[in-house]
């Protein structure tokens, strides 16, 4: 069964500042692998996914996330942040491409000036 | 262009009851999946309807039925409501595989069991 492990429950960040969050999934057959994020009082919206393919991927406001096979992970940065970035952010996984996601227990991202 | 609508937003009920949650997928989506999300965890899968049909389910029990409709809207209904059922309840449209398309997300249905 597949299982996704955000390592860090809570991530402080200064406005600008890089950001890196940290996501490590477990799986026997090939995935899919997806980023979302979630503000208050909204659903989620996604920033990227990884198919396939190149294992850097770019999705929207400046996010990236690097897909590594050895270590089983994808992690999610973004070069400078910005107080609106200010977000609960969720790593996911799939093991077939219906949209039956499952999810870690998130990473509140919190910028400050 | 109107994204995925839920309804209500917020309710409240008591435990032993039955509870409704509609769903309304993004124009042109086929495919609705339901999540439920507790407070300060990440959401999990309930189950996924496609062409009125189940089509795939979580380990979530008999309590959580579903139902969709000719026109892709679909129902989540919860009987015998326990505590623990206290959650956000997300629905997510899609059309097609996530190969080309991707989920869109409600901005979900609160409910309380007390």
């Known amino acids: 069964a597949q299982s996704v492990t955000q390592l860090d429950s809570q991530v402080p960040v200064f406005e600008e500042a890089p950001v890196e969050l940290r996501c490590n999934y477990s799986?026997?057959?090939?995935?899919?692998l997806f980023w979302y994020v979630q503000y208050p009082n909204q659903g989620l919206q996604l920033l990227l996914k990884?198919?396939?393919?190149?294992?850097l991927v770019k999705g929207i406001n400046g996010f990236e996330a690097e897909f590594n096979k050895s270590q089983t992970s994808f992690h999610l940065r973004k070069p400078s942040v910005h107080i609106s970035d200010t977000a609960e952010y969720f790593c996911?996984?799939?093991?077939?491409?219906?949209?039956?996601?499952?999810f870690g227990a998130g990473t509140q991202v919190v910028v400050t000036p | 262009d109107a994204g995925v609508t839920q309804s209500p937003t917020h309710l409240i009920k008591t435990r032993g009851q039955q509870v409704t949650l509609r769903c309304s997928p993004k124009?042109?989506?086929?495919?609705v999946s339901w999540y439920q999300q507790a407070l300060g965890q990440g959401p999990q899968f309930i189950f996924q309807?496609?062409?009125?049909?189940?089509?795939q389910r979580g380990n979530f029990p008999d309590r959580f039925s579903g139902h969709q409709f000719p026109n892709y809207s679909s129902e989540l209904n919860v009987n015998a409501l326990l505590l623990g059922d206290s959650a956000l309840y997300l629905c997510?449209?899609?059309?097609?595989?996530?190969?080309?398309?991707?989920?869109?997300f409600g901005e979900g249905s609160r409910l309380t069991v007390l």
């Open positions: 990884y198919l396939s393919g190149s294992t």
């Open positions: 309807y496609y062409e009125e049909e189940e089509r």
């Open positions: 799986s026997s057959v090939s995935v899919y």
């Open positions: 997510a449209s899609s059309f097609g595989s996530l190969n080309t398309g991707e989920l869109f």
């Open positions: 996911a996984v799939s093991e077939d491409s219906w949209g039956k996601l499952q």
């Open positions: 124009s042109g989506h086929d495919t």
